[in-house]
């Protein structure tokens, strides 16, 4: 079945250490988004990326690095600079055409990350 | 980043009751998307709009693109328990590629 798989579902980090969570995509998509989702608050783009080996900060970026090296691949790296890491992330993608992107944007199941 | 206000925040309802909820953004979208999110899921489109409007249905669910291209509503009839969750609205800024979301509405259906 197509769609988008994230990985780990859940990971634990000790304070200062890196992560990396995995987004994979097999609906040949285009573009694809990292956001961020906080209790009671709405979605907050991280990274987005447009097309392989380009990528664009979103409103959040911070404390984040990304690459896009694989079509079907957008992994997203939480550094120790993020001062509040311990969030739900959510990756996402849509197709395009003609250079703008659709308007459907499909979800993974999500990675919640907990810093201990 | 653009400041989409949805509301309600959450809502309290009894099985069978209809439910309205919206979106509104001080900037023009050209796309209004809706997504249900059930706990420690992520988010499952609902309905697309594109058009300034626009009215469409799935199900016992109707969503609406408003005339000024800057608000947005999702009805659902009939109430279930199973519509419990969070409702999200999104835009998408013309010409842009980007997606913004609202803070969400918390459904709760009592049996």
């Known amino acids: 079945d197509g769609g988008i798989t994230q990985s780990p579902k859940y990971l634990f980090r000790k304070e200062g250490q890196n992560v990396t969570l995995s987004c994979e995509q097999n609906?040949?998509?285009?573009?694809m988004y990292w956001y961020r989702q906080d209790p009671g608050q709405g979605l907050r783009l991280i990274y987005y990326?447009?097309?392989?080996?380009?990528?664009q900060k979103g409103d959040i970026a911070e404390g984040y690095s990304v690459s896009r090296e694989k079509k079907e691949s957008f992994p997203l790296t939480v550094t120790s600079a993020q001062k509040n890491p311990t969030a739900f992330y959510l990756c996402?993608?849509?197709?395009?055409?003609?250079?703008?992107?659709?308007?459907?944007?499909?979800f993974g199941e999500g990675s919640r990350l907990t810093v201990l | 980043g653009q400041q989409l206000n949805q509301s309600p925040q959450s809502m309290f309802i009894q099985e069978g009751e209809d439910v309205s909820m919206n979106c509104t953004s001080s900037?023009?979208?050209?796309?209004w998307l809706w997504y249900k999110q059930d706990p420690g899921e992520g988010p499952v489109l609902l309905i697309a709009?594109?058009?300034?409007?626009e009215l469409t249905s799935n199900g016992r669910l109707t969503a609406q693109f408003g005339i000024t291209r800057k608000d947005s509503f999702l009805n659902i009839s009939a109430s279930i328990p199973s519509d419990v969750g969070i409702y999200f609205c999104?835009?998408?800024?013309?010409?842009?590629?980007?997606?913004?979301f609202g803070s969400g509405t918390k459904l709760n259906v009592k049996p």
């Open positions: 996402a993608s849509s197709a395009r055409q003609g250079g703008i992107n659709t308007g459907e944007l499909f």
């Open positions: 609906l040949n998509h285009d573009a």
């Open positions: 990326s447009q097309i392989v080996n380009d990528f």
């Open positions: 900037s023009i979208f050209n796309t």
């Open positions: 709009l594109y058009k300034a409007g």
């Open positions: 999104a835009g998408q800024l013309n010409n842009f590629n980007k997606f913004y």
